[in-house]
């Protein structure tokens, strides 16, 4: 009989009712810190912002569905040495999930973007408060911003507006073609940073969102090529279409530890 390698495990913090300044609102956010953190107190950590913060840890009080067990993930990549710990924060979505991860104004005019507001609150509100409570690393390379979805387009949006801030970027399943493909214009040029892209989806991965047709493994493959033409090298950026991949949790729980030992090493 063979023994199961257990994993260590750090903790989920759970700060409810944190004001957002720039959005006129308050929020949930949850911060893992790795089990190194206890045990190494002399340590500094990278730092990875997620959003969609109910469905990402593998947590009693997160989301009743599948959720993408990050911390788990993480840990399982720590143990087995492919990955250095990293302290994760997960931003809760709102009451106006489209409106917050939307960067800009729908081009059909039902949706009003937030975006710019969330992403200010990250960088002007959040990440001070999580680098003076906690040990953190500095510099874009050690910083990064994942999500999915309409959570992917957000982070890179992050990628592209804020590229001295975050470095590494992590986008399943992204939204690359909300807003008229907007995004293909507003990343025009290799900023010549340090940095770090991870695009992945269905290769066949397809929805209707109220009546609008979204093909995540056409878009999502040519926004890679969008950036591969603008210099982005084989190191830079990477690109996984997944056989049978669909638009849930559960395929993005799948992707993740590539994702992560792709994305954080």
């Known amino acids: ?10 903790h989920v913090h759970i700060v409810r009712d ?5 959005e006129g609102f308050s929020r949930t956010v949850r911060i893992y810190t790795p089990e190194a953190y206890d045990s190494m107190p002399w340590h500094r950590f990278p730092v990875l912002y997620m959003h969609d913060g109910q469905n990402v840890f593998a947590h009693p009080e997160s989301a009743l ?24 924060v997960a931003v809760d979505s709102g009451q106006g999930r489209l409106q917050e991860y939307s960067p ?27 680098d003076q409570h906690y040990r953190t690393r500095e510099g874009a390379e050690w910083t990064g911003a994942m999500g ?3 959570g992917g387009l957000m982070s890179l949006y992050l990628g592209s507006r804020y590229p001295n801030i975050f470095g590494r970027i992590g986008a399943l399943s992204p939204t690359v073609m909300w807003s008229n493909s907007r995004l293909f214009s507003e990343w025009g040029t290799h900023p010549r940073r340090w940095t770090r892209i991870y695009l992945d989806a269905g290769e066949q991965e397809f929805i209707h969102a ?30 996984v279409l997944e056989p049978g991949g669909e ?5 993005w729980q799948r992707r993740l530890p590539l994702a992560m030992r792709w994305l954080l090493a």
């Open 210 to 239: 109220d009546g609008v047709p979204l093909d995540y493994g056409r878009g999502t493959r040519a926004f890679y090529e969008h950036l591969k033409t603008l210099g982005y090298a084989d190191h830079e950026v990477s690109l």
């Open 18 to 22: 944190l004001p957002s300044p720039q």
């Open 65 to 88: 569905f599948d959720t993408w067990c990050a911390n788990l993930a993480l840990e399982q990549a720590v143990d087995s040495g492919h990955l250095e710990p990293w302290i994760i």
């Open 1 to 10: 009989m063979y023994a199961v390698p257990r994993i260590h495990m750090g």
């Open 104 to 130: 800009w104004d729908d081009a059909s005019g039902r949706v009003k973007a937030r975006g710019e507001s969330y992403a200010r609150f990250l960088v002007e509100h959040l990440k001070p408060l999580v």
């Open 148 to 150: 999915s979805s309409l």
């Open 247 to 251: 638009h849930h949790e559960r395929d």
